[in-house]
């Protein structure tokens, strides 16, 4: 995938973000958390979805692509933890217990996926 055609996508989602953004803070009581979390939700999912498409693998460390997974992911879990938060009444300890748990997963799923048996 070119550049054009990866910059065009992602400003897709991010109009669409946006759009759902403004739906639920409109539309419920989530108030600029919720809209904000939609917004991260769907741009995190973007990273996930369009990373296999990305070029530029190195021979040293991660590829460009797992950088987009991880970074999908971690938005994609704050936008969740953020919903959670706007339409439930949860403590802040709660969401910063989670948030924890998902960026210690993401990164044990990352380590998983780059390790490489040597030969």
Known sequence: ?????SSALMLGFLIIGVALGIVV?????????????????VMGAMLIMLSPFQ??????GPS???????????????????????????????AAVAFLIAIAAIGIGAALANGRKEV
Do not use: P, Q
Request: aromatic content about 10%.
């Open 1 to 5: 995938m070119n550049g054009r055609t």
């Open 64 to 94: 460009n692509s797992m950088y987009h997974v991880v970074g999908g992911s971690v938005l994609l879990s704050i936008g969740v933890i953020g919903i959670y938060c706007a339409f439930m009444d949860v403590e802040l300890w709660v």
């Open 25 to 41: 803070l409109m539309a419920t009581d989530g108030g600029w958390v919720g809209g904000i979390s939609v917004v991260l939700l």
């Open 55 to 60: 070029k530029g693998a190195s021979s040293y």
